[in-house]
């Protein structure tokens, strides 16, 4: 586990220093101490590593939305809170982000699994906020769930190729706009 987390932890580095493309394997294993052949024994190639590191970076996600970790009690504001840091990361790895999408399209490997992670993630979230009435039990959680996630994606994507810093208080808005018609009996607002 060790020796699997600092390659992760060495290629995100390098990704974000030089770039998806312009880094090497050999780079990879320099700057985690590792043998080069020690690489291929954790990842077949550069491009599941790439799917691994959404992975892991979707695991802490997880573990940041975990009530005993600290997270707020309340299911909604949980929401809240992953959305505000997968924005940061979406907004601190676009370029990450943008190369892990383009790969998961061109042949499916372990990015469309880290998609999937964090819609059920958020359908986790929902079905919480159901339970205690936060959010409406006539609706759908997958839907719910799908609906948050693509409107934040959607509005940081819109955001970055126009050339544009999203508005700071934007995650608030959308997910304020989508509450408006999700809202369950006991959901008072922020």
């Not at 934007?170 to 959901?187: K, R, S, Y």
């Amino acid at each position: 586990m060790e020796t699997r987390r600092a390659l992760l932890t060495a290629a995100l580095a390098l990704f974000r220093e030089k770039g998806y493309d312009a880094t090497t394997v050999e780079e990879i294993t320099g700057r985690a101490d590792v043998a080069k052949g020690t690489f291929f024994n954790y990842f077949p190639s550069k491009e599941a590593l790439l799917g691994e590191l959404t992975t892991w970076q979707l695991a802490q996600l997880r573990e940041a939305v975990d009530v005993e970790r600290g997270a707020p009690p309340s299911p909604v504001a949980r929401i809240r809170l992953l959305m505000r840091l997968l924005r940061e990361r979406m907004l601190h790895d676009w370029r990450l982000y943008q190369r892990a999408f383009a790969l998961r399209w061109s042949r499916p490997t372990p990015h469309h699994r880290a998609r999937h992670q964090v819609s059920g993630l958020l359908t986790d979230l929902v079905r919480e906020a159901q339970a205690v009435g936060e959010i409406r039990a006539d609706v759908e959680a997958e839907l719910a769930g799908d609906l948050i996630l693509m409107a934040h994606v959607r509005r940081l994507a819109i955001s970055i190729h126009g050339g544009e810093e999203p508005p700071p208080d934007d995650d608030e808005q959308v997910l304020d706009l989508l509450m408006t018609g999700l809202a369950g009996p006991t959901w008072a607002g922020r």
